[in-house]
């Protein structure tokens, strides 16, 4: 998996996630969970490893996965940890910055961490926005501006140049709509569910021969003081909805 668009709104932030999986590792409903901490976050549940890839918590934060760092990898079975359950572990820390630093990765599987840092009640954009790409070997830390919209592809699934024909997907859609601030949650769910390169193994909704397809698309809308956040099943043809009041 996946596909990934972030979009910066007047008073807060649209993040669409596209998850590309195995039919047989569908998730369940969305639940609203309580950390060992307290902290009430909003996910939808791997029903194979007990992760997720998306969350977002009461205090403003926001997280998601994508498989694979830069390139296509080769597995080394077994792993310590599923990568699901080390965004779920992200909540438990304080200080997400002592956790992109300090969280023993060692025996993980590459993958890409997006963290969105939003202020509750500050009529602004996110403050901060941070990419972890862990190769395996080596984090590698960039912070990206939240001012701007943002894609990403997931480097397992498509190649580099595969990549840049989906990301001028998304820019075309971006001319198409700008200003970004007149731009209605509608049309990015839209796009995550009809954009296309040409090729359905490619396509943000894809599908190869049912082994692997998009199975989910999540998109959470922070504005203020609420999250939302939307689910839609592309397997059961069935979608939920859940907010949380930020604070």
Known sequence: MCTVSYLPRP????????????????????VRE???DGQPLLFPRDTQAGGTWIAVS????TACLLNGAFVLHKRQLPYRRSRGLLLLDFFDWSNPDEFF????????????????EHAPGNHSKPRRILELRWDGEQRHL????????????????YPAEMQ??????FQKWLDQYAPIEQCPRPPVLHLHKTGSVGDPEYDFVMN???????????????????ARMRYLDLLEKKESERRLTLG
């Open 11 to 30: 008073a807060g932030f649209i993040l669409t996630h596209n998850r590309d999986e195995a039919p047989s590792r569908s998730p369940q409903r969305i």
């Open 34 to 36: 309580s950390k060992p």
């Open 58 to 61: 009461r205090v403003g934060r």
């Open 101 to 116: 630093t300090q969280y023993d990765l060692d025996n993980i599987e590459p993958f890409t961490f997006l963290y969105f």
């Open 142 to 157: 960039k912070n990206l501006d939240p001012a701007q919209a943002h894609f990403w592809c997931s480097a397992t699934l």
């Open 164 to 169: 840049t024909k989906r990301a001028a997907v």
């Open 208 to 226: 190869r021969a049912g082994r692997v397809q998009t199975v989910s698309i999540t998109q959470i809308t922070v504005h203020e003081k609420t």
